[in-house]
């Protein structure tokens, strides 16, 4: 395969330079998670001038893009599936065509159910199966050594490429309308495609090589037994035995439901009732993504060493506490700041921590697959937001009741992280 015969001679010269071909699959991973994360994050910046130019109401245009939500989570744990059987390369090239094909004929849209499709159905399954169980993939097969730094890495480009694409996004929406970033974005996944199709592998016997740390006499890792399309349901019901997996999953719905649902979709609308620009919102969003990236990075360094659970515990409560003081800011780019830097610290640093508690309860095996339905309860809570703050801000004409109700969850969250207890692996057929 041309693969094949480009990626394993490039592996075998970067190890006589003494580096590691991980490397190049971890940042081909963030590559594509990056992007993904852009295209599923940029409708956020485009409720107001979709709802401007149509005439369709704010509630409407965020129901019909909570869809993508919806499906962004519940592709999780059935691309685990098609990883296994099709593997990773194939996956994540399907997925970036469905997200850049929708790019491209998004700007011929001009009726209700084509953003349904487009943006629903098509950037929701593409974006899905190329999201955070990807990374759990990757970091686990690759790496035999900083596996939480690496699902930090990769969970900081998820988030990161939402939040720093939109300024500029929201500026060539400004001066040249909602269609002008989506020409870009879309050139940009099918150039990732072609990358990907070059140099990605699925493991490291692919080309030669032991994971990442692995010692030279380790035995070969056991290859998980073939998983069909009835496995994930399987999976889940053996892992629903175990009450860890409703406390990860049920705090993983509620940071869904206070960050994609609500803040990235709802954040530049919430500015702009307030007096505050697409431009100067995005900013704001940006800043959130850049603090992010640290915290996330952080927080995966912080999972190799400490307790998960008060790792959590920290990270909601202070992620509930901006959210119940937000309503009350000064909405200006001064005034926001210090709610970007404590919210974005945590945006998505709760997945490498949450991740590491399902590979000790399910095992590394199942990790992906288990994180994908613990990851599913994070969609669905993001579109119950995206939803639901849409549908506040119709009739109540005000985001508070939305923002009030995530920060009174997210101190819930906190409690429920802690009360997860370790427990054998079970069997995930």
């Known amino acids: 395969m041309p693969a094949l015969s480009l990626s394993a001679p490039f592996a075998r010269r970067l190890e006589s330079d003494g580096r590691h071909y991980a490397w190049v699959i971890a940042g081909l991973t963030f590559l594509t998670m990056l992007f993904m994360s852009a295209a599923l994050g940029l409708p956020g910046a ?79 399954l593409g974006s899905g199966m190329t999201a955070l169980v990807l990374g759990a993939v990757v970091s686990n097969r690759w790496f035999a050594m900083r596996r939480g730094l690496v699902m930090g890495m990769l969970t900081a480009s998820a988030a990161t490429g939402q939040l720093a694409c939109l300024p500029v996004a929201a500026w060539m929406i400004q001066n040249w309308g909602w269609r002008a970033p989506l020409l870009p974005l879309g050139l940009i996944c099918f150039a990732i495609m072609a990358l990907v199709w070059l140099f990605m592998r699925d493991r490291p016997a692919d080309v030669g090589l032991r994971a990442y740390g692995e010692a030279a006499d380790a035995p070969p890792p056991a290859h998980p037994p073939k998983m069909s399309f009835g496995t994930p349901f399987r999976t889940l019901a053996d892992a629903a035995r175990l009450p860890a997996f409703w406390l990860l999953a049920g705090t993983f719905f509620i940071c869904g439901l206070s960050t994609n649902g609500l803040v990235q979709t709802h954040f530049i609308s919430l500015c702009g009732d307030r007096g505050l620009g697409p431009v100067p919102a995005a900013s704001v969003l940006a800043m959130m993504g850049a603090f ?43 005034g926001l700041s210090l709610f970007a830097m404590f919210y974005g610290l945590d945006w998505i640093a709760t997945v490498p921590p949450t991740v590491k508690l399902a590979a000790d309860v399910f095992g590394r095996e199942r990790v992906g697959l288990v994180f994908g339905w613990i990851f599913a309860a994070h969609q669905l809570g993001a579109a119950v937001a995206a939803s639901g703050a849409g549908v506040s801000r119709s009739l109540l004409l005000s985001y508070s009741p939305a923002l009030y109700t995530a920060g009174a969850a997210c101190l819930l969250a906190a409690l429920m992280a802690v009360a997860v207890r370790r427990q054998a692996s079970v069997s995930t057929r």
């Not at 519940?74 to 691309?79: I, Y």
């Not at 659970?309 to 780019?333: C, Q």
């Open 292 to 334: 992010d990236f640290v915290g996330t990075i952080a927080s995966g360094w912080l999972s190799d060493r400490y307790d998960a659970r008060k790792l959590l515990f920290w990270y909601y409560g202070l992620r509930g506490l901006s959210l119940l003081w937000l309503p009350n800011a000064d909405f200006t780019i001064g």
């Open 46 to 124: 485009m409720l107001q001038p979709l709802a401007k130019e149509f005439g369709w109401s704010v509630g409407q245009i965020s129901s019909a893009l909570a869809l993508r939500l919806v499906l962004f989570g519940l592709t999780g744990p059935f691309s685990a599936v098609l990883m296994e059987r099709f593997g990773m390369r194939a996956v994540m090239c399907t997925a970036m065509a469905l997200v850049g094909g929708g790019m491209f004929l998004a700007s011929a849209m001009n009726s209700l159910w084509q953003l349904v499709l487009l943006w629903g159905v098509m950037l929701g």
